[in-house]
Every structure is written in C-alpha cells, then in structure tokens.
C-alpha cells in the first residue's frame, strides 16, 4: 500500500504542529509561509492527494475536489465554521469532513461580548477622541489634551446639547448605553448564541429573544427562559443583536438595508427619530441621545451581512453602533467605509495573524489602548486576517482536533468531531 499524502494549508499552532511533524507513514506538503496557501499551489499540491488538512480561508469547491481526485478520503478544517467547503459535492464524493467546533465557543462568545460592550459604550470615539472636537483633535489619535471630568461629559442630555450647541459644536457623540434591564437579540442560539447570552445576563440584560430554525427549549430554559421568535421580530424588539449562525444560502446576506431599517434606533437623524431633532431644534447627525440602543455585532461570517447597506445603514443613523469581527472580504481593504465610522469597530477575525501582527496588536493595547488605530494597522500589515476564537489554549486545541480527524479519516474511520 502506499504511503498518504496529505496537504496541509498553513503551520498549525506549536503543539499540534509538533505532532504533525512527528507522523510517520505520511508524505506531507506543507504551507510554511504566514500567509494563505496560494490557490495555484494548493491546487497542484492536492492532485491525488489523501488528505487536506485546510483553514477557514481555503476554498474546498468543486474545482478542488476535481482537481484532487478519487483518491481524496478527509477534508479537515480547522475551524468551526465549514461555509468555505462544498458539503453537497464532499458528500455526493464520498469524502469525510472533520470540523473542530465546542472549543472556541467560548473565545468566541468572549470577543463578541468585548465588541458589544466597545460599540455600546463608543469606545472607539470616545478613547481616540477623548470626547472634544473643539480642541481640534484628529478622531484617530489621542486628543491632544483630555478635557476635565464633568458632569455632562459624553452624557445623554438632548437638551442641554441644545441649549450649549456652541460648547458641543460639531461633536457627534453618542452616550454609551448599559445593558442593564435591555432586550438581546441573538440570531442563532446554537453554542457560541447561547454563550454569548449566558455572559450577557450576568451584565444584566433582562430578556433574551433568539431566532433561527426550530426552538432551543432546553438552551432557552438555561438561559432563564429564552424566547423563540421570528426574524423581523427580533429585529423590532432587540436592544442589541448579535449574529451567531452558521453561514448559509438561507443566512446569507440576511442583515440587508430593510433588516437594519427594522432594528431598533435611537440614533438621532433617521426618520424615525425625527422627534429628537423636533425637540431638540438644531441637533445634528448624531447628537446627544438618551441610551442609544439598535446596536449590532458580528462575530460570526462576513458572509451574513450586505456590508454596503450596513455602511448606509450607519451613515443613515438606522442603528446606533456596530461591532465586527468578521467581514467581506477579509481582510477588509483599508478603504472601507466601515472603517472610518466612529460608531462602528472592527477587529479582524484575528485566527491568522501573524506573529509580527500579533505582537503589534498586543503591544499598541498594552501601550496606549489604541484599539481602533492597532487594529487598523494590522489590516495592512497583514495577508490574511481572521479573533473570535484567537486564544492560545482554543487555537492548539482546534490544531489537535484538526489532525485528529485527519488520521483518522485517512485510516477510514470515523472522525472524533464531524459535523455530519
Ligand atoms: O471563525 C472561526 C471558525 O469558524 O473556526
């Protein structure tokens, strides 16, 4: 019998690249360099391969598929999510898929609380503008000087906005908004949706409302009595809403202009909410409002979202703020829209940063906390950018699972985590 070949797309973290190195009876061709696999190469290396042991970021379609042929037995990504592989033609070839989902629930429930809580309470604007326009700073560095405590500072008081326009002249703060006694949205309560909610109550969020297929009675029960609802329903009632589902045909693109039209706001400037500018007379774009809520964080695929109504959507004031870990494509080009809005923050779906990019990212929070500007630099710096499961521990257990299923459908059996 012949020895399998396998591919595998990129180095996997130390320990479980260890292991990989360690096996014997195997030809392996392996992407060395911190960038993707080519898609030229991954192609030639895959002819008649065995196995693939492949990333979120490598497209497993037909082409591939064809390319390999019959001899391929087991598709291995390391990642949860398994949008970037045809499962109809895997299936119909026969071939065994293995995924490595339960471990990066949590890392993943943690960075999507962490961009709800930045976007919620404006970090962004507020650490890089320190609050005052009027002292000409630039929106991407610290202000020159912080302005003193006060008991109004970047509080939510329409009115006096009003009456002291001149003091608030051109600035476009939006308060922070707390989670206590508000109303979360997740759109797909599955492991890292019922993650996120769990965390959540413990901020104080008092109703939790899921959409998706089927109700999750017994996630609903641990939750505290989650509630099943249509989508457009949790679109009117959510105070935030968080993304959590998989990306499918029936997912995709699913957050369009008409569905953040249907979110909650009380951004000043919609159409909805011309009453504050009623009340407030010359209150601009996005002035002073009282608890802004309509607030949306992804963590789960670009995929899910038309980026260009949800850049409108925020230019619109449809929704008070939103978080991204994830977008289309990524990395996202530093021209973005997306990227220049105050009330909009976007990490990189962190999984692949380099080391060099890693360390940047760390030291610049460590440094100055600048979380927008790092963030920013890190989509030049690197090739491909993918955070949500971005921990040490989630990442080398991800990397073992994925060499499990790997050997394991090479020997034929059945894989530890499949999906199917
Ligand atoms: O996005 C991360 C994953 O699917 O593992």
């Avoid at 709800?116 to 309470?121: I, S, V």
């Avoid at 020159?144 to 600035?171: D, K």
Wanted: with cysteine.
């Amino acid at each position: 019998m012949s020895i399998p070949r396998i591919v595998v797309t990129r180095v996997l973290p130390p320990t479980s690249q260890a292991a990989l190195e360690k096996l014997s009876n195997v030809e392996m061709v392996q992407w060395k360099e911190d960038r993707n696999m080519p898609r030229d190469l991954l192609l030639n290396s895959i002819k008649g391969a065995d196995g693939l042991l492949c990333m979120l970021t490598d497209k497993v379609d037909q082409e591939l598929f064809k390319v390999a042929g019959p001899k391929l037995k087991v598709v291995s990504t390391m990642s949860v999510g398994f949008d970037h592989v045809d499962t109809a033609e895997l299936k119909q070839r026969g071939i065994k898929l293995g995924y490595t989902p339960d471990v990066l629930t949590d890392a993943t429930a943690d960075t999507t609380v962490m961009l709800l809580l930045a976007a919620a309470r404006r970090l962004k604007e507020h650490q890089s503008c320190g609050g005052w326009r009027d002292l000409n700073v630039t929106c991407h560095n610290y202000p020159t000087q912080w302005r003193e405590w006060g008991p109004n500072w970047l509080c939510a008081f329409c009115l006096m906005a009003t009456v002291s326009r001149h003091i608030f002249s051109q600035s476009n703060f939006i308060p922070g908004v707390q989670f206590t006694s508000k109303t979360l949205g997740v759109v797909g309560l599955g492991r890292i949706g019922e993650a996120v909610a769990h965390r959540l109550r413990a901020f104080g969020i008092s109703r939790v409302l899921y959409s998706g297929r089927g109700t999750k009675h017994e996630a609903a029960a641990r939750l505290g009595g989650a509630l099943h609802v249509p989508f457009h329903g949790l679109l009117a009632k959510s105070d935030f809403i968080v993304v959590c589902c998989a990306l499918t045909e029936e997912t995709k693109g699913m957050f369009n202009y008409d569905a953040f039209r249907r979110m909650k706001s009380s951004a000043v400037g919609s159409g909805r909410n011309r009453w504050w500018m009623v009340l407030g007379g010359e209150i601009g774009e996005g002035s002073y409002v009282m608890g802004a809520v309509g607030i949306f964080v992804n963590t789960a695929r670009g995929g899910h979202v038309v980026q260009d109504d949800l850049a409108r959507a925020l230019q619109e004031n449809l929704i008070a703020a939103a978080g991204l870990d994830v977008t289309t494509p990524e990395p996202l080009p530093t021209d973005s829209p997306l990227l220049g809005f105050k009330n909009c923050i976007v990490v990189p779906h962190i999984g692949e940063l380099s080391h060099k990019a890693r360390m940047f990212v760390i030291l610049s929070n460590i440094v100055d906390l600048n979380i927008s500007v790092s963030f920013l630099f890190c989509f030049s710096a690197v090739s491909s950018c993918a955070i949500g499961s971005a921990t040490t521990e989630t990442r080398d257990e991800m990397g073992h699972m994925a060499v499990a299923n790997l050997l394991a459908g090479l020997k034929g059996e059945t894989l530890p985590h499949a999906p199917f």
